[in-house]
């Protein structure tokens, strides 16, 4: 069952772009990796998801290797707006249905 | 679209008193499940179901039951609440599956017990 580690804690400042790695090293074959971003008081909402390579969408970049064991959240020129807890998550049954959240990594974005 | 909607959003029970969290979704998702989350931590999975009819054991289960008798529905039981039950409940619902894992998650449940 894989599980996945990150930093506890990040700061930025406005305008940069930001990186947050994720190492998971026993993703099983079948499993995306997934990465959502969650604000005080409010659910997580989901970010980005990939398998391999690199996969970009209007918010992030997701850059995954080819052994897939780690992957890397690049979020663009990043504003006040994006301080928030960002979590890297795999399914941790064989099915891909126990998403499970870890601490997650705390962004603070400063002017 | 209302999405995922999980009510009540406060609630403070005493120690022993039993609820119901409910939580429903209008996507036609076959996958659901709940979560509790501590002050300054991530999310944990208590319970979860892949279908009607289907439920399954998350990371913490004890000391909840839920039940899944409809796509839409899928509400949490708490048999006896208990002061280390104090958290934010969240629902979320996805299609399910290995390529599917964008989840939608309800504004919450904020419940205290005193």
């Known amino acids: 069952l894989a599980k996945t580690t990150q930093p506890i804690s990040m700061d930025s400042y406005e305008g940069q772009e930001v990186n947050i790695t994720c190492s998971h090293n026993n993703i099983a074959t079948n499993d995306y990796i997934t990465w959502y971003q969650q604000f005080p008081s409010q659910g997580p909402r989901f970010i980005i998801q990939g398998y391999k390579t690199k996969v970009t969408n209007e918010v992030a970049s997701l850059f995954i290797p080819a052994d897939r064991k780690s992957s890397t959240l690049s979020l663009p020129r990043v504003s006040l707006s994006d301080t928030a807890v960002y979590y890297c998550?795999?399914?941790?049954?064989?099915?891909?249905?126990?998403?499970?959240f870890g601490g997650g990594t705390r962004l603070m974005v400063k002017p | 679209n209302a999405g995922v909607t999980q009510t009540p959003k406060f609630q403070v029970l005493k120690t022993g008193q039993s609820m119901t969290l409910q939580c429903a979704q209008d996507?036609?998702?076959?996958?659901m499940s709940w979560y509790r989350q501590d002050p300054g931590m991530g999310l944990r999975l208590i319970h979860y179901s892949v279908g009607a009819g289907i439920t399954d054991q998350g990371e913490v289960p004890n000391g909840y039951n839920v039940s899944r008798s409809t796509t839409e529905d899928f509400p949490l039981r708490l048999l006896s609440a208990a002061p280390s039950q104090t958290s934010v409940y969240f629902c979320?619902?996805?299609?399910?599956?290995?390529?599917?894992?964008?989840?939608?998650f309800g504004q919450g449940t904020r419940l205290t017990v005193v």
């Open positions: 998550l795999v399914p941790i049954d064989n099915a891909g249905n126990m998403l499970t």
């Open positions: 996507m036609n998702h076959e996958y």
């Open positions: 979320a619902s996805n299609r399910g599956g290995h390529d599917s894992t964008e989840a939608f």
